[in-house]
């Protein structure tokens, strides 16, 4: 029932999560372009703000999913669209939302592949990925903010 309510939720309130909109992003230790890097993302990485303050130079704080502090520029990251990533795999990829269904690719999708969330349909949620290729992921096998 909560997962069924988050979901709905998401839907219904007109705004989305962070989300990081290009390839290759790269988090810093620090507000500084020349910090220590601790991540470099997919797209559709999922993010929480620490604060919604853009400090000086366009950075943003945020955490990841493992609780994790980084920083990165504020441009590379959109509320136009809502993502997930998986956060235990290997995960299944299905054509449609039920187990029994084929799997959309050869390999299931690993720790930390990212999606855009399209929909969700009884604890499976519809994602696309970079490539616009879409499939099913059961709910618990991912997280977002």
């Given at each position: 029932?909560?997962?069924?309510?988050?979901?709905?939720?998401?839907?219904?309130?007109?705004?989305?999560?962070?989300?990081?909109?290009?390839?290759?992003?790269?988090?810093?230790?620090?507000?500084?372009?020349?910090?220590?890097?601790?991540?470099?993302?997919?797209?559709?990485?999922?993010?929480?703000?620490?604060?919604?303050?853009?400090?000086?130079?366009?950075?943003?704080?945020?955490?990841?999913?493992?609780?994790?502090?980084?920083?990165?520029?504020?441009?590379?990251?959109?509320?136009?669209?809502?993502?997930?990533?998986?956060?235990?795999?290997?995960?299944?990829?299905?054509?449609?939302?039920?187990?029994?269904?084929?799997?959309?690719?050869i390999e299931p999708a690993?720790?930390?592949?990212?999606?855009?969330?399209?929909?969700?349909?009884?604890?499976?949620?519809?994602?696309?990925?970079?490539?616009?290729?879409?499939?099913?992921?059961?709910?618990?096998?991912?997280?977002?903010?």
């Amino acid at each position: 029932m909560f997962i069924i309510f988050t979901i709905f939720t998401i839907l219904l309130s007109g705004t989305y999560s962070e989300c990081v909109d290009k390839e290759g992003v790269l988090f810093r230790s620090r507000r500084n372009s020349k910090a220590p890097i601790t991540w470099q993302v997919r797209k559709y990485m999922p993010v929480v703000p620490v604060n919604k303050i853009v400090y000086k130079g366009g950075w943003l704080k945020i955490k990841d999913m493992d609780g994790d502090i980084h920083w990165v520029k504020s441009k590379f990251i959109t509320t136009d669209y809502h993502c997930v990533v998986v956060k235990n795999g290997p995960a299944p990829i299905k054509t449609e939302p039920n187990m029994e269904s084929p799997d959309k690719y050869i390999e299931p999708a690993e720790k930390y592949d990212t999606f855009k969330f399209i929909g969700a349909v009884k604890g499976w949620i519809n994602v696309e990925d970079i490539h616009g290729d879409t499939g099913w992921i059961p709910y618990e096998y991912l997280w977002t903010d």
